[in-house]
């Protein structure tokens, strides 16, 4: 397992011979081991004690242990510090040996995947680990490409083969790899074995779209691209089986080198912890050499003078050395003030929280059967604290199924369903779906709600008959059948499946193809037409178009793609349709569904001849070859919409995240087209935006300018629509930027190779400020290192904290790279799972995690340490003014059992109860006002502020603890006439008050009360009061003499009527002004918690009334782009048939899914300001068309 680890010289170059081991070995190239645990049997103990005691306070711990085995300055026992230090310490070991045993079994589990190598010509079952750089490797299908490979040969014609790419770049669409042609015909392991060749290429880098290399066999030179590439983290697909020779392993695989470093994840409490701790020594020093003067001088002064009976320790000469003794003695006196129960705490209220999150009901997915899992227990407290989510697309938002489900024939829309009074019928009312049963070859699972389209088929429509035509005859998806009627297709992406599957449904069915022919089965007769071309599509012409001969000898044009392509290329007499057509693309892309128009012409057979003579002329663009061939189509046929189905509950997550003031970006590998309808399917971008700006430049100067021109008009619109007072008024508040205070809500979207200059040095401040102002950011085409790369930006200089929340192995490098990594149980395997701290199965969850654990967890932890330093301070400081009292001679005010229990018996559970079950309002109320939410992004329940205030209170308690005591003992008898002023009695008198005192404080800090509180509260002050007699009692002294000399203490102390009265003053004068305050707090300046708690307590005897929810309509001109996922290339390769022999395997990864149905969305009410912003739509629909 070391060679997982070896460190080697960065390269040059790589150099790999096939079939020769001896040959790599010499350059020392990594295995295909991977490695991510920290520890292994030998060295977990000394790392793991060496990473504890690099935390401040365990090493302040240890040292003062130290100071107590030292009899010289130690006036208290060693077992009192010892003990709980072990504690933590094994906790914390067995926590971080536990996350290291399933990284270990996670590695194993990889590891140890077999893959069949060629070794000595003969295929042998090797572990992933112990595969090599010049390895031949056959893989079969389904099968997870082991290494980064050179595809060799497959069971396909020509050396394809198709891979699914999902952990990669997030897509589930298929993609083609071809074999160079000398290797393309090596299919047995004979001819392999004999394979020599040397493959010179690049060294290892994380660029996931290129690779470029040259492989030397037989004296010749072969180019070799990303397109001869497999890579580790691909899934094969439909091939039987093909031979690679792995170039990269292990680390030096792409897929490894994208996969970011595994970082320490710490709480902004944490940090702010172990600064405060900082403080805290300080302070204790400072109290220190105070007491420490104070003792030099007493005993130069007053202790000399009783040298007699009251001498110095042995080896104590000076009054001078005496005060250096008793600085020490009081650094272990005042220690409690930050207890190592504190520590242990914290671990366990952490542990409590992951447990709600793990045991939560509602974060339950009955569909797969997964609960939400706190996979760490050290962020839980900072899942209250975000401000920015960084989110993928696919698969995370939606869940990447698409279905047909709607469509404009002939100027009438199929789709809608109404009810009996010719109303839209909402989702929940809709009635039974069509019913298919007449065609033999449909679908099972597709599903359309409207009736009348089946109707329009088999009444003879011929616009329908032909625009479903259309459908099962200009696409590139290939057709298998493996029993009579049994279909499957493969499509390159799952846009063109479902526009096909909806053809096969209502009646034209694609059966087969050849390379020069087309079989469609139109309702129930087969007819073949003849393929003559394939127009491929690309992203500048954004539309494909086949042209076909029919069975009557007609030669037709059919063409679909994007609405501002195709409309504007109609003949003028289909003026009308096209108005009537545009209405009905407004109405689809208004609710978000991706569009395409459908078209065709037909061709005269001279002037198809003659174009077909022109065709080499025109070069192999397909955009010259069809615009010399159809300048104007001659019919609209009409237009589809496709849902890409978003996961339940994401736009109505979305809306309530943004209105608890959290930026949420989009990162995805998808398209342009593809990304912005999904912001648009979501709500995060809407047509009442001001302006959504696109920064598409390919070179540093043309980003630069867009982003310059975008803040520009920002800046202009915000002066134009805000007055002085309202602009100013914008700027006093907390931002960071400017540009944050403007009017007016904006969007910002932005390529990859954009993004590649936005993020270098000089520009990345320029990009930042621009992105932040704006209300949804979307990166489009974007590396998985680029998705890191925007999450450090913003962490760097934003100084907030950052969830980034993804499902495929792309998505890794970001998750890690955030505060907080959650990763989605879903499509594309379990690696974003395995490296996040939480993960659930739905978007959705993501809501109730941060807005109902997160703020909780939050305001739990902070309440949990605002009381815990209070009680503290209260309890040690009692021991500093006592110093005034006693000579400075470190004399301790309490009873040292009383020390020792006091914070693991005493106190401990009662606020352990307050930080873990503690609410301030119910969880509905927590997710129906989402600004509850903003007190942890700011900051505001605990800071060097709270601090400070807890300390105070800590100090006055601690004053009156003290003094009054002091005060009444001073003149104070007993019932017998006897004084009252001893030092064991004023001992108990000031440990009982302090009992009480704290126990009422945390009773008024508790804001929601359980068995489980009143049962520690209480028991606690039994427990006390049961161990203070006990520990006081005869029996235990006769059994041991020197360690229980308060003997009968107790029992004296506390039936006199005067202690009790000492008491109860104590605790009213300590409690009161507390109360007096908050009320005060409450009555003058109350927050929104407390607001909604009133609220709660007026409504609580009516309905619970829910939120209105407005539908607020979508009106403008937006439309989705050209909506396919699509790759250039696949319409060439059909035409040339070497992809025309069909495997017998099954596609069920690529068949249809059943869809979950998503209900209408919650929309934020955009405030006053930026309301009168001119013609949002229009600016919208003119940046998006560009």
């Not at 797969?368 to 209250?384: C, D, H, I, K």
């Not at 009635?431 to 359309?448: G, T």
């Not at 049994?486 to 009646?507: C, H, I, W």
């Not at 936005?758 to 520009?763: F, Q």
Request: glycine share 6%.
């Amino acid at each position: 397992m070391e060679r997982c680890a070896a460190r080697r010289a960065p390269e040059e170059e790589r150099r790999v011979r096939a079939n020769a081991r001896e040959y790599n070995e010499k350059f020392q190239y990594a295995s295909n081991c991977i490695k991510t645990s920290k520890y292994n049997i030998v060295t977990f103990l000394p790392v793991n004690l060496f990473e504890q005691f690099q935390e401040v306070a365990n090493t302040y711990f240890l040292f003062l242990l130290i100071l107590q085995l030292i009899p010289q300055i130690s006036s208290l026992s060693w077992f009192t510090t010892i003990v709980p230090l072990v504690l933590v310490l094994t906790i914390t070991a067995v926590k971080d040996a536990t996350d290291d045993y399933f990284r270990h079994k996670s590695d194993n589990q990889v590891n140890n995947r077999q893959s069949q190598v060629l070794i000595g010509g003969v295929l042998r079952q090797e572990q992933w680990m112990n595969v090599r750089v010049g390895d031949i490797i056959k893989l079969e299908n389904n099968q997870f490409v082991a290494a980064d490979l050179l595809l060799l040969s497959s069971s396909e014609p020509h050396g394809l083969c198709y891979i699914e790419t999902a952990e990669l770049d997030g897509e589930t669409n298929m993609k083609v790899r071809q074999a160079i042609p000398v290797t393309a015909e090596l299919g047995d392991t004979s001819q392999l074995a004999r394979f020599d060749g040397e493959v010179i290429c690049e060294p290892p880098n994380n660029k996931l779209d290129k690779f470029g290399g040259t492989l030397y066999w037989k004296e010749n030179k072969y180019p070799l691209s990303n397109q001869n590439m497999l890579l580790r983290g691909c899934v094969l697909r439909n091939t039987e089986w093909c031979f690679g020779l792995v170039i990269f392993a292990g680390p030096d695989t792409k897929l490894m080198q994208n996969s970011g470093r595994t970082k320490f994840k710490r709480t902004s409490i944490d940090r702010l912890m172990n600064t405060l701790v900082l403080w805290i020594f300080g302070f204790l020093v400072c109290m220190g050499v105070i007491l420490a003067i104070g003792n030099a001088i007493w005993e130069h002064e007053v202790g000399v003078c009783f040298q007699i009976y009251l001498p110095w320790d042995e080896g104590v000469h000076s009054a001078f050395f005496s005060g250096f003794l008793s600085f020490w003695s009081y650094i272990i006196i005042l220690n409690t003030v930050v207890p190592i129960s504190l520590y242990v705490s914290v671990e366990v209220i952490r542990l409590g929280h992951s447990y709600f999150i793990n045991w939560d009901k509602k974060m339950y997915c009955a569909k797969r059967r997964t609960p939400a899992e706190a996979r760490t227990t050290t962020l839980n407290e900072e899942l209250g604290q975000v401000e920015y989510i960084f989110s993928d697309k696919t698969g995370t938002l939606t869940q990447n199924i698409m279905v047909f489900s709607k469509c404009s024939v002939n100027g009438h829309s199929y789709g809608d369903v109404q009810d009996m009074l010719g109303h839209k019928a909402e989702l929940g009312e809709r009635p039974e779906p069509v019913d298919f049963s007449f065609n033999p070859l449909a679908d099972p699972r597709f599903q359309f709600w409207d009736p009348s389209l089946l109707e329009a088929v088999k009444l003879g429509d011929l616009h329908v008959h032909e625009f479903f035509r259309l459908l099962s005859l200009c696409h590139t998806v290939m057709s298998e059948e493996k029993s009579e009627g049994e279909l499957l297709y493969k499509a390159q992406s799952p846009d063109e499946g479902a526009l096909v599957t909806a053809a096969r449904n209502f009646g034209f069915v694609f059966r087969s193809r050849t390379p020069k022919t087309i079989t469609v089965q139109e309702l129930g007769q087969a007819v073949t037409y003849q393929l003559l071309a394939i127009l491929d599509f690309n992203n500048i012409r954004k539309r494909m178009s086949v042209i076909v001969r029919s069975p009557e000898g007609k030669i037709r044009l059919y063409c679909k793609g994007a609405d501002t392509i195709l409309l504007e290329r109609l003949h003028p007499l289909n003026q009308d349709l096209t108005s009537v057509t545009t209405d009905h693309l407004n109405e689809y892309a208004g609710e978000g569904l991706r569009t395409l128009v459908l078209a065709y012409k037909d061709l005269e057979e001279s002037y198809y001849k003659d174009w077909s003579e022109r065709l080499h002329r025109a070069g192999s663009a397909p955009e010259a070859r069809e615009d010399q061939l159809a300048r104007l189509y001659d019919e609209l046929l009409g237009a589809t919409a496709i849902e890409d189905k978003l996961q339940q509950g994401v736009p109505e997550t979305i809306a309530i995240l943004t209105l608890a003031n959290i930026k949420i970006w989009v990162l995805t590998g998808d398209k342009q087209e593809t990304a912005v309808n999904i912001g648009y399917s979501c709500k995060m971008l809407t047509d009442d935006m001001t302006e959504v700006f696109v920064v598409t430049g390919h070179t540093v100067l043309e980003v630069r300018e867009e982003l310059r021109k975008a803040r520009e008009k920002m800046m202009d619109a915000s002066r134009s629509v805000c007055n002085g007072f309202s602009y100013q008024e914008k700027l006093s508040s907390k931002l960071t930027s400017v540009l944050e205070a403007i009017a007016g809500e904006y969007a910002l979207v932005i390529n990859g190779h954009s993004l590649a200059h936005a993020l270098e040095a000089d520009m990345e401040v320029e990009f930042l400020e621009t992105a932040c102002a704006c209300k949804a950011v979307i990166c489009c085409r974007v590396t998985p290192l680029q998705k890191a790369q925007v999450v450090e930006l913003v962490k760097k200089y934003k100084k907030a904290v950052t969830l980034a929340i993804g499902d495929g192995a792309n998505d890794v490098s970001m998750i890690k790279t955030a505060h907080i990594g959650v990763g989605i149980s879903g499509q594309e395997g379990i690696q974003a799972v395995l490296a996040s701290d939480y993960s659930f199965s739905q978007f959705k969850f993501l809501q109730r995690l941060l807005l109902v654990h997160g703020r909780w967890s939050y305001l739990r932890m902070c309440k949990f340490l605002c009381y815990f330093f209070y009680k503290n301070f209260a309890f040690t400081m009692v021991h500093f003014w006592f110093g005034f009292f006693c000579g400075f001679s470190a004399q301790t005010v309490y009873d040292q059992y009383f020390i020792t229990l006091y914070n693991i018996v005493y106190t401990s559970l009662p606020v352990l109860a307050m930080g873990v079950f503690d609410q301030d309002v119910p969880e509905q109320r927590s997710m129906e006002y989402p600004k509850l939410y903003e007190p942890g992004q700011l900051n505001l329940l605990f800071n060097k502020r709270e601090f400070f205030i807890c300390i105070a209170q800590g100090i006055y308690t601690s004053i009156l603890m003290f003094f009054i005591p002091y005060g009444v003992f001073a003149d104070a008898t007993r019932d017998d006439g006897a004084q009252l002023a001893d030092y064991q009695s004023f001992a108990v008198t000031v440990a009982t008050s302090l009992v009480i005192v704290v126990s009422v404080q945390i009773g008024l800090d508790t804001g929601f009360w359980t068995a489980i509180n009143h049962f520690f509260i209480w028991g606690s002050l039994a427990a006390y009061f049961a161990i203070l007699f006990t520990m006081h009692s005869d029996g235990l002294f006769r059994m041991f003499p020197n360690q229980f000399r308060f003997v009968g203490n107790a029992q004296n102390t506390l039936a006199q009527p005067t202690v009790w009265l000492t008491i109860a003053l104590t605790a009213v004068v300590c409690i009161v002004p507390v109360v007096a305050f908050r009320f005060l707090k409450l009555d003058l300046k109350p927050e929104l918690s407390d607001t909604v708690r009133y609220t709660q307590l007026v409504r609580k005897k009516q309905k619970t009334q829910h939120r209105c929810m407005r539908h607020a309509g979508r009106a403008g001109s937006r439309r989705s782009g050209y909506a396919f996922s699509h790759q250039e290339g696949f319409g060439e390769l059909i035409m040339s048939g070497k992809n025309m022999r069909l495997s017998s395997l099954a596609l069920s990864s690529f068949a249809p899914r059943p869809s979950a149905s998503w209900i209408d969305t919650l929309r934020k009410k955009k405030g006053c300001e930026g309301s009168s912003a001119g013609s949002p739509g229009g600016a919208a629909d003119k940046t998006l068309r560009v």
